[in-house]
């Protein structure tokens, strides 16, 4: 079938379409990563709460597929309701003075994502898409950064191609940067792609992330992102 300009709507599902196989996929992998990990999953809760004031998960509400709110699930890394007097920011990075000590050993080995292997087996995320952000920052940013909203048609997940690539974000040109590699992940989505991308971030804690993305030929700035010649060209 064609549309108003000639293209064949069969050539591409749309951006919010969610394969079959990412969603088997996602189910057989999380569930036994779900019962393997429980015990450091308890003995993270455990140290958090003996170590720092508060709950050791905390939950928050974060955008899904075609702007759905859902709930995400993580072991507490910062200092108790430590946004009551700013409201909802980015972390300042490795020198943030809200994160805990134990958060940081926490973080550096991805310990507290893995609570969102629940979201994974609930539908409310993936374990390889775009990283979901707050309903608030969405709405800061959106206005700034073409193409926004199109990673907001994509299964957020626990990992991704910008995750694996590029440093977290701290200001609205990270941001932008990371956009396209979301952009470019939901339009060559693929089994193989996911598989790569989960085993560079499970070899990321020991260091060996960059040679595996080398290994695996993990896209790059050298495929994502276009030489600012390229850029000018298509401008005109």
Known sequence: MLDPTGADRRARPPIDFVPRWKRWSDCALAAPLLVLTAPIVLAAIVLVRLTSAGPAIYSQTRLGLNRRPFTIYKIRTMAHNCEAATGARW??????????????????????????????????????????????????????????????GVLPGVTGLAQVQLPPDTNVESVRRKVRYDTYYAENQSLSLDLR??????????????????LLRVPGPGVVEPAPDAELVAAR
Request: glycine share 12%.
């Open 91 to 152: 972390s300042t990075g490795k020198g943030d003075p809200r994160v805990t000590l134990v958060g940081r050993f926490l973080r550096k080995t991805h310990i507290d994502e893995l609570p969102q292997l629940w979201n994974v087996l609930r539908g409310d995320m993936a374990l390889v898409g775009p990283r979901p952000e707050r309903p608030e920052i969405v709405a800061k940013i959106e206005p700034l950064v073409a193409g926004y909203g199109e990673r907001l």
């Open 197 to 214: 991308l989960i085993l560079v971030t499970s070899v990321k804690v020991i260091g060996l992330d960059g040679l595996f993305r080398v």
